[in-house]
């Protein structure tokens, strides 16, 4: 299973960015998919997860009600539309085949995502 996160950038608090995360080797339809991040300095943690079989999400209580997760089965890729965004949502953002970062063997490079004040 192979997963590429893309769409990061540098953008001003306030505004918006959405990153992809495509699939390749296998169709997302009926996986989960995971959003993460890691910041400069902490530990990975979970964003929020997609079921892509009913389209069921859920978020972390830090990114509730301003990210949203999507996934679009036609184009084998899932989303992660971030609005909002603050200086602390800088970080490193992956993608998985799984809501669980335990279960993750081997992450792919991530998109990184830098919020200026």
């Known amino acids: 299973l192979q997963l590429v996160e893309s769409g990061g950038g540098l953008v001003q608090a306030g505004g918006s960015l959405r990153l992809s995360c495509e699939a390749s080797g296998f169709t997302v339809a009926g996986y989960t998919i995971g959003w993460f991040r890691q910041a400069p300095g902490k530990e990975r943690e979970g964003v929020g997860c997609i079921s892509t079989s009913d389209g069921i999400t859920s978020y972390a209580d830090s990114v509730r009600g301003r990210f949203a997760i999507s996934s679009d089965n036609t184009k084998n890729t899932a989303y992660l539309q971030m609005n909002s965004l603050k200086p602390e949502d800088t970080a490193v953002y992956y993608c998985?085949?799984?809501?669980?970062?335990?279960?993750?063997?081997?992450w792919g490079q991530g998109t990184r995502v830098t919020v200026s004040s």
């Open positions: 998985a085949a799984t809501c669980h970062s335990d279960y993750v063997e081997r």
